[in-house]
């Protein structure tokens, strides 16, 4: 199985995990608290070479507002602050929602978040750590962190060849990656459930 398609499929193993716990969510469509206030969007390098390839079919102008967003985030992130997503359109809606990365597939909130951080069931949080670990074994050659600093990466044509190539030389990005926050997938401790999913629902945050 392609990496892609694996990657496609641990995102479906996460959402029928979680969607007992997801049909009591106080989202909606157009509802972007998370999108706009947590600001903290880690994605994986498949996930930002997934996103990449959505991007090439956007026509010129928003592909070029895209890249200033993304540009503004890396700036912001690099001060501290937190970002609002460069995919977010004027209406609150996700620009790539379909191809979402996992950071956002994971938050929801039992609550309506009202400038408060969301409401999730603790075992959802630990299901979803689990899931990242996966995400990172799969993608063993690449890295995790910040949207804007894993695109940038991969904008490099070098690191973005070398990384589809297969190589694996962290070496080349030390001093970004120890600036940024990047994260070395290989040398990520593989997590375990301390449950059985199948359990009923555990107490709320």
Known sequence: MHPIEMLTEIYSDFENSVSEFKKSAACKIGCAYC???VGNV???TMEGIVIQ??????????KAKIRRKLDKNKAERERGILAKCAFLKEDNTCRIYDIRPF??????????????????????????????????QIDDTGYSGHMS????????????????????????????????????????????????NNLELPHLL
């Open 42 to 44: 880690d994605i994986t």
């Open 149 to 196: 600093f894993i695109l940038y990466l991969l904008d490099k044509s070098g690191f973005r060849k070398a990384y589809l190539g297969g190589k694996f030389n962290p070496g080349k990005i030390m001093n970004f990656g120890k600036g940024h926050g990047i994260i070395i997938n290989r040398f990520v401790k593989p997590k375990s459930l301390s449950f059985n």
């Open 35 to 37: 999108c706009i206030y």
């Open 53 to 62: 390839n959505r991007m090439e079919s956007f026509e010129k102008k928003l």
């Open 103 to 136: 950071s956002c597939r994971r938050i929801y909130s039992i609550k309506q978040c009202n400038q408060n951080q969301p409401v999730v069931h603790r075992q959802a949080i630990e299901l979803a750590d689990y899931t990242i670990s996966k995400m990172q």
